[in-house]
């Protein structure tokens, strides 16, 4: 492979396309998952309920499953011809070869590790607060958002940025489910795997990498900064 | 006014508790392994009992035959723990004020001011409980509990987890709060000088079984009681009056009717009735009234009951019209001074090994 020197941080519409669609797809995948992985992590850390191991099986199937198979899962469960697909059609909302699908299927690939992080957190929590907070009154409900969610907030961080980087990462669910159009569904992993396949293309692929490797690394100090923040906060010494 | 009769079974441990209380502090008092800590909180909805009920104020909190459980927390009970558990995402402030904001409004008698001023805290309202002594927390966690206007409060051991000086810090505020604001207070514990202090009645469990309840110098004094796994927990419990000639030296002369007992510093004013905690150890016995010896405090008696534990032998000591005295000495000692069930002895005490948990005034409802 030849070394690009001159133009090699210039970046071309066609990749600044794929890195803000990636920012965007990434983004909207953590926020719009983040309470669903908030709800799921407490109850699978702290209530009990019929069924619980299933939805825990559930939860983790992303993780063990190829990505290929989850992606083809969500095709036939939300594509236009899929279960559920042609009724939320209806409703306006289309998931196939749009943007939204790629955030669909990131957020799906990202929820294990989301609700991993979380959970531990929320078990990490001496439960004799939660016992002195009902006997000062306050119900389950009111325990969980004064003492449980603020208490968890380092974990929950954690989750997130660790969503937000597997949804940048996201490839085979998101290839399968709603292909590898530019400019709607083409990410950065899929342009640069694109990049590899046309004469050329080294390059951009290149240039597209160190943007990746920048975002994550941003990312993840950025996590740590905010988590030691809370940890300090918090007074992590008991 | 609170009802408790339950049954519990955990494991092989069984518990069957039934007792009631009504105003100022109740003991319940026992060992470890008792079934103190699991009736308190079966009181406060941490558990469930198999069979019984627990009523406050006429009102059912858990009757399990009617199948009523009310949940922890509309149950308005105050509980701290031994280790305070103050929520560390807060300020003293915010953990003190947090109880009060779910307590309904016309229920709201418990004043923040008074009880930061009662406390001692007035300085650590803006800190984070996280930079607070355990002294400071354990004051803290008290004023929270209280500041949720309780109709019952519940003190799980408090200041087990304190050293010795933070224990003689917190005591007096406990009195004071039994004193100022009118709650019920369930405390548990198994040190009797914290009983003497407190408690104007106390539940003596053992082994999930309720041995006896009273106020604390009749329920200790029972002769059939032995309390204590090992015999430097024994101690005896003596009520006596203070005497005429007050204040010695810094001293206070106690009267009983069975002899005289002394004790550092004052304690309220002449005539007041004062309990006093005597451990077994520190008790040393004569055949002959003692001349020439350091020991203040001396009592005429009976012995009225032996029992042996290795080579140590405890001597029930029947004083005369009240009350009885433990005394731990050796086996050889009991068979030189020829010693058995009726012998007349001179039990001697020294008033240095006193502390200040061992001498408690009764509770003001008791002494009037």
């Known amino acids: ?238 | 006014m609170i009802e408790v009769d339950v049954r519990l079974n955990v494991g092989s441990f069984s518990l069957d508790v039934a007792f009631a209380n009504g105003t100022g502090v109740t003991a319940l008092f026992g060992q470890s392994g008792s079934g103190k800590s699991l009736t308190l909180s079966i009181i406060a909805g941490l558990t469930r009992p198999d069979a019984g009920y627990v009523r406050l104020d006429g009102e059912s909190l858990v009757d399990v035959e009617a199948r009523v459980f009310v949940p922890v927390s509309r149950r308005r009970i105050g509980l701290v723990f031994q280790d305070s558990n103050l929520f560390p995402h807060m300020s003293v402030r915010q953990n003190l004020l947090y109880g009060r904001w779910f307590a309904p409004r016309g229920e709201r008698r418990i004043n923040f001011d008074a009880i930061v001023e009662t406390l001692g805290i007035t300085n650590l309202v803006s800190r984070s409980p996280t930079r607070l002594s355990g002294g400071e927390r354990q004051r803290v966690a008290i004023g929270r509990a209280l500041l949720s206007c309780p109709r019952l409060l519940l003190l799980d051991e408090p200041l087990a987890a304190l050293d010795m000086e933070r224990k003689l810090e917190i005591l007096p505020l406990i009195e004071r709060v039994r004193d100022e604001f009118d709650v019920p207070i369930i405390y548990v514990t198994h040190a009797v000088e914290e009983v003497v202090r407190l408690a104007s009645r106390v539940v003596i469990l053992d082994a999930g079984r309720v041995k006896s309840v009273g106020a604390p110098t009749e329920a200790f004094n029972r002769l059939d009681y032995a309390p204590a796994a090992n015999r430097f927990d024994r101690s005896s419990v003596l009520s006596a009056t203070v005497d005429e000639s007050c204040l010695a030296h810094g001293l206070t002369k106690l009267k009983h009717s069975a002899g005289t007992i002394w004790i550092a510093g004052s304690a309220g004013p002449c005539g007041s009735v004062v309990r006093v905690v005597v451990k077994a150890t520190d008790v040393i016995l004569s055949l002959a009234p003692p001349h020439e010896i350091s020991a203040r405090s001396i009592l005429w008696g009976r012995v009225a009951n032996i029992q042996f534990e290795g080579p140590i032998a405890t001597i029930a000591i029947e004083l005369r019209d009240d009350g009885q005295l433990l005394a731990a000495i050796t086996r050889g000692a009991l068979e030189d001074l020829a010693l058995k069930v009726g012998s007349e002895i001179y039990a001697l005490f020294k008033t240095a090994a006193l502390d200040e948990r061992s001498i408690g005034m009764a509770s003001s409802q008791v002494i009037r």
Request: with cysteine; glycine share 8%; proline share 5%.
């Open chain 1, 1 to 238: 492979m030849e070394l690009p020197s001159v133009a090699l941080f210039e970046l071309s519409a066609a990749e600044w396309t794929a890195i803000r669609l990636s920012l965007r797809i990434a983004t909207v995948a953590t926020l719009a998952s983040l309470p669903f992985g908030i709800v799921t992590a407490y109850a699978l850390a702290r209530r009990q309920f019929p069924g619980k191991t299933l939805v825990n099986g559930l939860v983790h199937l992303p993780l063990v499953l190829p990505p290929v198979v989850t992606g083809f899962v969500l095709l036939m469960l939300l594509g236009r011809k899929g279960v559920f697909g042609p009724y939320l059609a209806e409703l306006g909302i289309v998931f196939s070869f749009r943007w939204t699908g790629a955030a669909v299927a990131c957020a799906v690939m990202g929820f294990p590790l989301m609700v991993r992080a979380m959970r531990l957190s929320f078990e990490a929590i001496d439960r004799r607060l939660e016992l002195a907070s009902e006997t000062l009154g306050a119900n389950w409900l009111w325990t969980f958002f004064l003492v449980n969610l603020p208490l968890a907030v380092p974990g929950i961080i954690v989750g997130a940025i660790l969503a937000f980087a597997k949804a940048l990462g996201e490839f085979g669910a998101t290839i399968t489910f709603v292909s590898n159009i530019p400019g709607e569904t083409q990410t950065i992993s899929a342009a640069i795997y694109s990049y590899t396949q046309v004469p050329g293309g080294d390059e951009s692929a290149m240039r597209l990498t160190i943007v990746s490797v920048f975002i994550a690394l941003f990312a993840l100090m950025a996590s740590e900064i905010v988590q030691r923040r809370a940890e300090k906060r918090l007074g992590n010494v008991e």
